[in-house]
């Protein structure tokens, strides 16, 4: 299994009804993908900001996806949301 932990860059003020909005609608463009086993938000309890996890089959499932065109679109739907850019980690997983 393939692994991405994406850390949020700071929302502007007054958007996070709209970001989770986002990724609501964005987690259903996502899931029909072929590899794509699930994404979850995540919070921080002490910072507020965000993280997502995106668990695939595979990185190259992943990589496709990100490579296709509803990626493209999520993307310029959120940028206008963020302070900064969105930091992506990769995993794999080796052990359970």
């Known amino acids: 299994m393939f692994i991405v932990i994406v850390q ?14 986002w990724f609501e609608w964005s987690n259903k463009g996502f899931a029909g993908h072929r590899g794509f086993i699930r994404r979850r938000l995540l919070k921080d309890t002490d910072t507020g900001s965000y993280a997502a ?6 990185r190259d499932t992943f990589m496709a996806m990100n490579a296709g065109a509803f990626h493209a679109e999520a993307g310029k739907r959120v940028t206008s949301l963020f302070d900064g850019s969105p930091l992506p980690r990769f995993y794999e997983v080796v052990g359970e």
Do not use: A, N, T
């Open 53 to 58: 996890i995106v668990e695939h089959e595979s």
């Open 8 to 21: 949020f860059p700071p929302l502007r003020p007054g958007k996070d009804q709209e970001f989770m909005e």
